[in-house]
């Protein structure tokens, strides 16, 4: 398996809703990571998980909140989201931080709608 | 910590034509990596360069690491539609745990 898998692939969400995202992978990467996506923008870090701990977030709002649960899951917890925060939230992973002559593995995101 | 801008912001060129992006860093890179993203889809790994001055080949594209690390290209001879997307360099920052900074990526558009 070759493939981060990301869940649900179109969301819509109102102000007041508590959603998660759902990321996972089965290749036995050691880094996981959340990336925000604007239209026609690069993908901006969010949170960095280094074997199942949080090792960076990226002064992200508490209404973000990323959860490990193992190896292989990496969930993003939505909450009093803004409608600014509408975006493609990308999932990735990478053999460890940093070098990775494999690069990262994306999933093919989220498309989220803030209402 | 370490900013990694792109230029051009866009392109577009007709088929057959040659297209390059240039990606250039504020601090030396340990490495630098170049995805694709088609419209609508999501970042796919193309390729990583780690030693100073490398050149490396797939079929049509040409990455180039420079002498000093700080700078990078990405040459596409002979461009088809299958081309079209948008090219992002990224290299590791410090300030990031050494997760990857993406440049603000090149968008390329390929008319027959």
């Known amino acids: 398996d070759t493939e981060v898998t990301q869940t649900p692939k179109h969301l819509v969400m109102g102000m007041t809703n508590k959603k998660s995202l759902k990321c996972e992978q089965h290749?036995?990467?050691?880094?996981m990571y959340w990336y925000k996506q604007k239209a026609k923008k690069p993908p901006e870090l969010m949170f960095v998980y280094s074997y199942e701990k949080l090792s960076i977030n990226e002064s992200v709002p508490s209404r973000f909140s990323p959860e490990c649960p193992n190896s292989s899951l990496l969930n993003l917890h939505l909450h009093a989201l803004q409608p600014e925060d509408s975006a493609l939230y990308l999932c990735?992973?990478?053999?460890?931080?940093?070098?990775?002559?494999?690069?990262?593995?994306f999933g093919s995101g989220t498309r989220l709608t803030v209402v | 910590g370490q900013q990694v801008m792109q230029i051009p912001q866009y392109q577009h060129v007709q088929e057959g034509e040659d297209f390059t992006t240039y990606c250039n860093s504020s601090t030396t890179l340990s490495n630098i990596q170049w995805y694709k993203q088609r419209p609508g889809g999501h970042p796919v790994f193309l390729i990583q360069?780690?030693?100073?001055?490398e050149v490396k080949k797939q079929k049509r594209l040409t990455f180039q690491f420079g002498e000093a690390k700080k700078n990078s290209s990405l040459h596409i001879t002979a461009t088809q539609t299958t081309d079209v997307g948008t090219y992002f360099c990224?290299?590791?920052?410090?300030?990031?745990?050494?997760?990857?900074?993406f440049g603000k990526g090149t968008s390329l558009l390929v008319t027959p």
């Open positions: 990224a290299g590791p920052d410090s300030n990031s745990g050494y997760a990857l900074n």
């Open positions: 990735a992973s990478s053999q460890v931080v940093g070098t990775s002559s494999r690069g990262y593995t």
């Open positions: 360069l780690v030693k100073s001055g």
């Open positions: 290749m036995g990467h050691r880094a």
